[in-house]
Every structure is written in C-alpha cells, then in structure tokens.
C-alpha cells in the first residue's frame, strides 16, 4: 500500500483529505495570521518621543555641567543610574507579570517606585534651584529701579516730617500771637510786657514761615523722586506662575504665585518621566505585527496503513514529506500522533510549511486528543521556548519561536 506521508511541493497551502472519518477534520480558512516581527525598533515617532523626553530628563541632572563647566560627581553617576533603571523597570514590568514571574515582577515594581520618586523629587528640586536663581538674576536686575524706589520713600518720608514741622510752627505761631494780644490790651502797648510778647509772636512767625519753606522744599524732592520711579522700568519675577494663579482664580481654585513655585517644577518631572516610560514601552514593545495568510484552506492527509509486506515509498498523490535538513518523516507519523512527541514533529511539520495556525485546529490536525490536551501540551512547548502564541479574539495563534541570535536585542 502506498504511503500516505506529506510533501512540500504537493501542500502548497493545503493537505489533501479522503474522508472526513478519518480523525483528521478540514483546517478552517484564515485572511490574515499574526506573525511574531522581531526588530529593535517598533516605532519610530514613539521612539524618538522617548530619547526626547529621555534626553531632557538627563539635562537636567547634567545642567550644572553643560552650562556652567561643573565637575561630573559620583551624585551625577548615581542619578543617570537611578534614571536608566527606572525606565527599565517600568517598561519591563508588565510583560514580566503577565509572565507570571511574580516575584521578578515585584522587584521591578519597587525599583521603578523608589526610582519614580528619587527621580521627581530630585528633578522638582533642581527645577526649583533654577527658578530661585533666575528670581535673584531679576532681583538683581532690578537693582537700580530698588534704588530709585527708596529714594522715593525717603523724600516721602521726609516731606511727612516737614509737613508736620510746619502744622507744630503754625499752631506756636498762631498760639504766640493770641497771647500777645492778650498781654498788650492788659498792660498796654508801650509796656515792656507787650513788646516781649510781640517779638515772641514774629519770632514764631519766622519759625513757621522756615518751616513752610522746608515743606515746600521736600514736597519738589519727593514729586522728582516719584517722577524718576514711575519712568524706570522694574522685571517683575514669576510673572507666568501670578497670572497662571490669576486664571486659576476665575475658575474657583485658590493659589498664589509662590504655591505654583511648588508645584510646578514637581508636575514637570513628573511628566517627563511617564512620558518617556510611555513611548518607550509603544516604541520598544513587546507586541506582534499582523502579515497576510493565504485564503486557501489548509487540510490534512487521511492516514493510510502501510503494506506489512513491502517498505514504505512514495505514491504519486501523496508523495513523503522531505523537511529541511535532509530529514524524511519517520514512518510513525503516517498516522495521526497519539503521543506528545510525536505531535510536535507533526506541528513542526504543519509551521515548517504555513508558518502559523490557530490552537484551536491543532485538535483537527492531532486528531485523537482532546482540546484540553492540545492546551497543555501548548503550555509546555510554550516553556520550553519551541513556539510561541499570540492572542487573536478568542483563539491564539501559534508559531515557532525565532531562534535567539543577538544578546544586543532588546528582551520580549
């Protein structure tokens, strides 16, 4: 009898089937499979997002050097360490827990929570430093304007002072004249009395009229002191942070310029930091891509027994299978596989050629086993690192697992 085996060039996208009572069912069709792409970058736009983000981050640990030739420190080191470890962390948490490697998991999730808030509060600090030294560079600036502002309140100061010298030499000026008045209608006007009230009275008339002159005198200083002040120009600091508390104002939320000063460096890490921990998990991440599958539906050659009498040899509709590596399918697999070994061959034979198929139509390809038995053993080749499945619906998509080339490629 004729060997019912499988060939390359006569399953071109399809086996051929006798029977369907034979255990071994038609594959259904697909339009499109799902391929394991394996490449350094998964996305250019995201990636260049994260350096961005990633780059800026490590500015500001840096700026003291960039900008101000500053000796690069052990803190330095310590810091880009913390942030670089932080990333990692984040962006390979997730497929280590859905891994289930539950202990490596909590690992990465406590570095990237210390690394987290070392690296915001460090951040926030150093954003804060620099919003300190821009307001004394403002403060600083505004040198010459805070000289003519105390002027300003000197000569209005000393214009406060002359005025109330001139209101006490006014009131001893009027109280002196009323008492001469009254002493020379008493003793008369020839009487020694009289005439010494009288030069009291002129003398506090002289002291009023120089205190009325003083007056006048710091009353021009203090008018060409504000005149100077209000043409000088003042640099006002946090300019953006009050009128940032200003439209905060209108829509109910209550803050000053010196509380944004807070919180503002502190939202800025904290976005760059997700912000580069997001784009790199899409730019560098650990999906796979979706290619076109061929139409023609996929099936199975019925299994014929071989003649007990002769060898087995090729027949013209079902010639032997000749796999890569020179190696012929083992007469076992003329039949459908009832042990685990015997159908990864036969799966290895089936990916050799289509490159993918649904778990769920590897119970029409083994035949004899049960679909929770297809699973298990799905499980363990998973494991072992020989294919791997992709999710599609609710059914996976299997294929072998590519052949680990470089340690220079990023981990999935």
Not at 393 to 403: C, E, F, T
Request: charged share 20%.
């Amino acid at each position: 009898m004729p060997h019912a085996g499988l060939s390359a060039a006569g399953c071109k996208g399809r086996f051929s089937s006798a029977s369907p009572t034979n255990g071994l069912a038609l594959l259904s069709s697909r339009n499109a499979s799902t391929r394991h792409l394996f490449g350094f970058i998964n996305s250019w736009p995201k990636a260049i997002l994260a350096a961005g983000f990633f780059t800026l981050t490590n500015y500001v640990i840096f700026e003291d050097v960039l900008r101000h030739g500053a000796v690069i420190t052990t803190d330095h080191l310590l810091s880009f360490a913390v942030l670089v470890g932080t990333f990692a962390a984040g962006h390979w948490f997730w497929p280590t827990l859905a891994s289930k490697e539950f202990g490596t998991a909590a690992g990465l999730a406590l570095l990237f929570a210390a690394g987290t808030v070392y690296c915001v509060l460090t951040s926030a600090g150093r954003n804060a430093e620099a919003l300190a030294n821009k307001a004394a560079k403002v403060t600083e600036a505004n040198g010459p304007y805070a000289e003519l502002e105390r002027k300003a309140q000197g000569a209005k100061s000393d214009l406060t002072e002359a005025q109330g010298k001139l209101t006490a030499a006014e009131n001893g000026a009027k109280a002196a004249a009323t008492k001469a008045d009254d002493v020379c209608r008493e003793n008369g006007s020839k009487s020694w009395k009289c005439r010494t009230e009288r030069t009291n009275a002129d003398a506090a008339e002289g002291r009023k009229a120089k205190a009325e002159q003083t007056r006048d005198d710091k009353k021009g200083a203090s008018i060409m002191a504000e005149a100077r002040l209000s043409v000088a120009t003042k640099k006002d600091t946090n300019v953006d942070l009050k009128y940032a508390a200003k439209v905060l104002g209108y829509i109910g939320v209550t803050v000053t310029d010196d509380m944004l000063a807070d919180i503002v460096p502190f939202i800025k890490s904290v976005f760059c930091e997700f912000a580069t921990l997001l784009f790199a998990a899409g730019a560098f991440g650990h999906r796979r891509g979706t290619v076109p599958q061929s139409e023609t539906p996929a099936t199975v050659a019925p299994p014929v027994e071989p003649s007990r009498n002769r060898p087995m040899e090729p027949s013209r509709n079902h010639p032997v299978l000749v796999v890569s590596r020179g190696a012929t399918v083992p007469r076992v697999l003329t039949t459908v596989p009832a042990a685990m070994d015997g159908a990864l061959v036969l799966l290895r034979q089936h990916l050799a050629v289509h490159e993918t198929v649904f778990q769920s139509e590897l119970v029409d390809l083994f035949g004899t086993v049960s679909k929770s038995t297809v699973s298990r053993w799905c499980d363990a080749w998973e494991r072992d690192e020989i294919i791997v499945r992709t999710v599609s619906g609710r059914d996976k998509i299997v294929s072998l697992a590519a052949p680990k080339r470089s340690v220079w490629r990023i981990a999935r």
